[in-house]
């Protein structure tokens, strides 16, 4: 059968048969909820456990269900390499790895070479992918890990703000938005590891209003601690807004106890960094990012597009992309207009923490700023929206710390619908999950002809088909040639610096294949003396398709 209007017997195109699957979805909820579904998830929600459990394997289960289709992710970017790099070097018990002595060959993005061979980036994201690689075998599994804690963590985070069943509905919320087929379960950059770290401290702070126990005070310090590992730059708005929290609360002196037990928790994950400081930079002050800066000057992949030379044709968000970013490192006078310029830009992104249905839910949630929690929550998004737009990049999983809150957002609007009509907060959530079941069926089913027909309108930016074919082509070479290898790397003139293939394990000298940047036949005899047990390769990755080859022909 064909998708489009003119070639099937009914004259139905791809907009119909959307519309039909949509519409049996929400009369078959419909017909099941109040029998079947309603007293379930009354009974379930109120088994903390159970539900925390459930809200966990949720997401797992049904990625683990497209393996079929998609298996484990390949890594492609340059910051799933630092990160990975990190977890490496956790493996090997170690903050920093010995600069290589011909380390010339292995400039990459985002590593450092002196005085250490280190990725830039702060340990938490690689900690659970040493973690995933340490008990599965599979640094992706640390990726699986971090989203069904987060998945769980909402769903204890939302305890604290709203009723038991609608804790469980944001915790159902959580696992479709940011699981199977979202780009934070599908890669190794980080997001669900920091919103697991945001659902501890905005899930410890009604409760340390409400009975100010050690405990709490603990899982604040826990968050925040976490936060810091992984976002050092965002855990500034973190400790600016969590205590504007209790700006209402006037029996302050309760709280000392247990907000003393969260600082020291906090001033031990600052001891971690202060470490890992020392490690990689030799000072205990200077963060490896920032070395990098002093080193390479502002990382030209910050950008993330290309140089935006006459040959070539650049779309309109990225040139309003190209325009803020050198507005904002141009002149004083023009650094407010970049900054709104930017802030502009980025506001589209925020999509990627709401299901499209909930927009239904948003001005709902306008109705609940009356109370103060629910105007803190709008302001904390706010410092962290326009703290940010500071950075000169822009990434979905940097507001991860706060993922939970834009949960909470769809979750309270919904509420505040049931206050006028309990059938109208069904409608809105049934059609989340038909939203989401629609698609996902769409990759179980991946290789069919109606899913290669809908595929195009496809709106989730996770798991749609571009995986690095290229990169996985070369892998299956290499994996059939035996023994120890040394591959150059050498790319073309008309080579997208973004596109970066030298990328190393930890210990360089005693993985299997080692990468390096071609520099010449008289520089690359050096590097060919040093390994005289290893096969040499040459991959021209810019070739249609990359061409791999023995090395010298």
């Not at 826990?222 to 600016?240: A, C, D, M, Q, V």
């Not at 030799?282 to 006459?310: E, I, R």
Request: proline content about 7%.
């Amino acid at each position: 059968m064909s998708y489009l209007p003119f070639e099937n017997p009914i004259g139905f195109g791809a907009s119909d048969f959307i519309e039909i699957v949509w519409a049996a979805a929400l009369v078959a909820l419909a017909l099941t909820w109040r029998a079947l579904l309603a007293p379930a998830a009354h009974k379930l929600a109120h088994r903390t456990a159970w539900s925390m459990a459930i809200c966990a394997a949720l997401p797992v289960m049904l990625r683990l269900l497209l393996l079929p289709h998609h298996p484990v992710p390949t890594p492609d970017v340059y910051d799933e390499f630092g990160h990975l790099l990190v977890a490496d070097t956790l493996r090997h018990f170690r903050f920093a790895n010995p600069a290589h002595p011909l380390h010339q060959f292995f400039e990459t993005f985002f590593v450092l070479q002196q005085p250490t061979y280190s990725s830039i980036y702060p340990i938490g994201q690689g900690l659970a992918l040493a973690i995933g690689r340490a008990m599965f075998g599979l640094p992706w599994a640390g990726v699986i890990a971090s989203t069904a804690a987060f998945c769980a963590l909402c769903y204890w985070m939302l305890r604290a703000w709203t009723t038991p069943e609608w804790a469980l509905a944001g915790g159902f919320l959580a696992a479709i938005e940011f699981g199977p087929l979202s780009s934070w379960m599908n890669s190794y950059w980080g997001g669900a590891f920091a919103a697991a770290a945001g659902c501890l401290v905005f899930g410890a702070l009604p409760r340390l209003r409400a009975t100010a126990r050690a405990r709490d005070g603990a899982l604040l310090g826990i968050g925040l601690g976490l936060n810091l590992l992984t976002r050092p730059y965002e855990s500034i708005f973190l400790l600016i807004s969590a205590p504007l929290f209790f700006v209402p609360f006037r029996k302050f002196r309760v709280l000392a106890k247990p907000l003393a037990v969260a600082i020291l928790i906090a001033l031990a994950a600052a001891g971690v960094t202060l470490l890992q400081n020392k490690s990689v930079t030799g000072k205990w002050t200077q963060l490896p990012y920032t070395l990098s800066q002093d080193q390479y000057g502002v990382p030209a992949a910050l950008t993330f597009l290309p140089d935006p030379a006459p040959h070539l044709e650049l779309t309109r968000e990225q040139q309003l992309e190209y325009k803020s970013q050198m507005a904002f490192r141009g002149a004083d006078r023009e650094t407010l207009q970049s900054y709104l310029l930017r802030l502009e830009y980025r506001v589209r992104y925020y999509r990627f923490f709401f299901i499209p249905p909930l927009y239904l839910a948003l001005p709902f949630f306008l109705l609940r700023l009356r109370e103060w929690r629910f105007a803190w929550v709008a302001l904390t998004l706010a410092i962290f929206a326009l703290g940010i737009n500071f950075f000169p990049a822009f990434q979905t999983h940097y507001l991860g710390a706060v993922t939970c809150l834009f949960v909470l957002i769809g979750v309270a609007g919904m509420e505040q619908i049931a206050k006028y009509t309990a059938g109208g907060a069904r409608v809105v959530m049934s059609l989340c999950v038909a939203f989401f079941l629609f698609w996902y069926t769409l990759h179980i089913f991946d290789t069919r002809q109606f899913s290669l027909a809908l595929r195009p309108y496809e709106t989730w930016s996770g798991l749609n088909h571009q995986n690095p074919e290229r990169r996985i082509a070369v892998k299956r070479q290499l994996q059939k040639i035996p023994g120890k290898l040394l591959v150059f790397v050498h790319y073309s003139p008309a080579h997208i610096f973004q596109d970066e293939w030298v990328y190393n394990d930890a210990d360089i000298d005693a993985a299997r294949i080692v990468w390096a940047r071609d520099l010449g036949l008289e520089q690359n005899q050096k590097l060919v003396d040093y390994y005289p047990d290893r096969e040499v390769w040459l991959l021209e990755p810019d070739a249609q398709p990359p061409r791999l080859q023995p090395y010298g022909r």
